[in-house]
């Protein structure tokens, strides 16, 4: 089962408008989240994240947003360019698992239009 | 600055042959992690390890097995390659109770 789902896998803007990507989860015990990014043939990075004793976390153009009551959260990235054109994932991970483990959606590939 | 080194970059290799795929990290991270990346699929754990000589499986750990007797080494194991482990391998290390975790570049295997 996915625990975590990001339902769109792809998502197009313009330059300089905003991208607002999502992901849903199912299991109730995942507390803390984050957001990576991947550029082709190289490894994901860390974007940002937050805990689950918040809303809102924000790093300069990006956001990132948490309705636990909806189990879903949203990063925000505010304006879009050019070079934030990647494949977006989600994670998420319960405090309970050993290694700190996380579970990942399945993608969403943002694409910023010039 | 952290670094993930992975043995290969694109590898190929035939049906029933053994690979063996190799991760570094220079962090002195205690946990360490294999991933596939698949399309529609996202990144899916194979195995991951806590400490030098201990494992645990991940999601998907049929058809591989790792090792780790350095705490700077993850070594994942093909015991009989198959078509279907065609993928993208990733390799990810973070500091014990951390969850940020710090990825490789990714090895492209292609069993034919």
């Known amino acids: 089962d996915q625990q975590v789902k990001q339902n769109s896998p792809s998502l197009s803007v313009q330059e300089g408008r905003i991208s607002i990507l999502n992901c849903d989860y199912t299991?109730?015990?995942?507390?803390?989240f984050l957001w990576y990014k991947k550029y082709p043939a190289e490894g994901p990075t860390f974007l940002i994240s937050?805990?689950?004793?918040?809303d809102k976390n924000e790093d300069g153009r990006f956001t990132v947003f948490l309705n636990k009551s909806a189990k879903h959260l949203s990063l925000h990235i505010v304006p879009s360019q050019p070079g934030d054109s990647a494949v977006y994932f989600c994670?998420?991970?319960?405090?309970?698992?050993?290694?700190?483990?996380?579970?990942f959606g399945e993608g969403t590939q943002l694409t910023v239009n010039p | 600055d952290v670094k993930v080194t992975q043995s290969s970059r694109y590898l190929v290799k035939r049906t029933g042959e053994k690979v063996f795929l190799e991760c570094v990290q220079d962090?002195?991270?205690?946990?360490m992690f294999w991933y596939r990346q698949d399309p529609g699929l996202g990144l899916r754990l194979i195995y991951f390890?806590?400490?030098?000589?201990?494992?645990e499986k991940g999601d998907i750990p049929e058809g591989y097995s790792v090792s780790r007797e350095k705490k700077e080494r993850f070594s994942l194991i093909l015991e009989s390659a198959s078509t279907n482990q065609t993928s993208m391998y990733l390799c990810?290390?973070?500091?014990?109770?951390?969850?940020?975790?710090?990825f490789g570049p990714g090895t492209r295997l292609t069993v034919t």
């Open positions: 990810a290390s973070s500091r014990r109770l951390a969850y940020e975790q710090y």
């Open positions: 299991n109730s015990m995942f507390d803390y």
């Open positions: 390890s806590y400490d030098v000589k201990m494992k």
């Open positions: 994670a998420a991970s319960a405090r309970e698992t050993s290694g700190s483990r996380l579970t």
């Open positions: 937050i805990s689950s004793i918040k």
């Open positions: 962090m002195d991270h205690e946990n």
